[in-house]
């Protein structure tokens, strides 16, 4: 079972299962099998017959305890495996945020879990989080980071995989942190995908507060935005330019570069 199914991480976890011939569904609240994070009545029934399960935390949503209720209801049902995916420095964060309880019922209920922290992700910019703020300011991103704030953006497909390899594969106790093989800067990223069909064409720095209204005039909510804030101020204290080598132990080969990503996801 696949949560997040239409996400940028989830539904590419989705397919490749389906294109290696396993059985897989999706679990969401418009989806094939409906789960609501919030309704508890038709858990059990959702995790019938689940052998194994990937839990995206939702970020900024306050829903960290429901996720892990889920969680470990997953292990009451006899579900074999669990992946959960939170993001990258969930682990310094306070243990009663959302993605520290999810991951920490994890670990307490499963034997065989495995939890993915991936970077600000590669696609961010074409359908994630900065392309639709660049869609509603004709191409221009704007961001609370300065334009030379170094991330080590990492690809939605090297995320998926790994957590296919650690749902069919023997990945039990590990603890990735997903990054790109090399620190990209926010100039850097919208210069190289000029040209192409990103939505992103310009960049320009703004204050935590400027941020906030525009993310607010969007529609998000205060939650959502504050933990956004939360991994602004990491990027630019110089925490989210970390490479790791994670992305090679559970593939046996390197993560992809912007440029590839570029030349094969944009046109």
Same mark, same amino acid.
């Given at each position: 079972?696949?949560?997040?199914?239409?996400?940028?991480?989830?539904?590419?976890? %989705?397919?490749?299962?389906?294109?290696?011939?396993?059985?897989?569904?999706?679990?969401?609240?418009?989806?094939?099998?409906?789960?609501?994070?919030? !309704?508890?009545?038709?858990?059990?029934?959702?995790?019938?017959?689940?052998?194994?399960?990937?839990?995206?935390?939702?970020?900024?949503?306050?829903?960290?305890?429901?996720?892990?209720?889920?969680?470990?209801?997953?292990?009451?049902?006899?579900?074999?495996?669990?992946?959960?995916?939170?993001?990258?420095?969930?682990?310094?964060?306070?243990?009663?945020? !959302?993605?520290?309880?999810?991951?920490?019922?994890?670990?307490?209920?499963?034997?065989?879990?495995?939890? %993915?922290?991936?970077?600000? %992700?590669?696609?961010?910019?074409?359908?994630?989080?900065?392309?639709?703020?660049?869609?509603?300011?004709?191409?221009?991103?704007?961001?609370?980071?300065?334009?030379?704030?170094?991330?080590?953006?990492?690809?939605?497909?090297?995320?998926?995989?790994?957590?296919?390899?650690?749902?069919?594969?023997?990945?039990?106790?590990?603890?990735?942190?997903?990054?790109?093989?090399?620190?990209?800067?926010?100039?850097?990223?919208?210069?190289?995908?000029?040209?192409?069909?990103?939505?992103?064409?310009?960049?320009?720095?703004?204050?935590?507060?400027?941020?906030?209204?525009?993310?607010?005039?969007?529609?998000?909510?205060?939650?959502?935005?504050?933990? %956004?804030?939360?991994?602004?101020?990491?990027?630019?204290?110089?925490?989210?330019?970390?490479?790791?080598?994670?992305?090679?132990?559970?593939?046996?080969?390197?993560?992809?570069?912007?440029?590839?990503?570029?030349?094969?996801?944009?046109?």
């Amino acid at each position: 079972m696949v949560t997040g199914p239409t996400g940028m991480v989830g539904r590419r976890v %989705l397919t490749e299962l389906r294109r290696r011939g396993i059985t897989a569904a999706g679990a969401s609240r418009t989806s094939e099998v409906r789960l609501d994070w919030t !309704d508890t009545s038709d858990w059990d029934e959702v995790l019938d017959g689940v052998e194994s399960v990937f839990v995206v935390t939702p970020i900024g949503r306050s829903l960290g305890n429901r996720v892990a209720g889920f969680i470990e209801k997953a292990a009451e049902k006899g579900v074999d495996k669990a992946v959960v995916m939170s993001s990258m420095g969930s682990e310094h964060a306070p243990s009663d945020s !959302d993605q520290c309880v999810a991951e920490e019922r994890a670990r307490k209920v499963f034997d065989k879990w495995t939890v %993915l922290r991936p970077n600000w %992700l590669h696609q961010d910019f074409t359908e994630g989080t900065f392309a639709g703020l660049a869609r509603s300011r004709n191409g221009r991103l704007e961001l609370p980071v300065r334009k030379h704030t170094a991330v080590s953006f990492v690809d939605a497909r090297d995320v998926a995989n790994t957590a296919v390899a650690a749902l069919v594969g023997d990945h039990a106790g590990r603890e990735y942190t997903l990054t790109g093989p090399e620190p990209v800067t926010f100039k850097q990223f919208v210069r190289m995908t000029k040209g192409t069909d990103s939505p992103v064409w310009r960049f320009k720095k703004i204050d935590e507060a400027g941020f906030y209204f525009r993310a607010r005039n969007r529609g998000w909510g205060d939650r959502y935005i504050d933990t %956004l804030n939360e991994r602004f101020a990491a990027a630019v204290a110089g925490r989210a330019a970390e490479v790791t080598e994670d992305v090679r132990a559970a593939l046996g080969r390197d993560p992809g570069p912007v440029a590839k990503f570029i030349r094969e996801e944009t046109a």
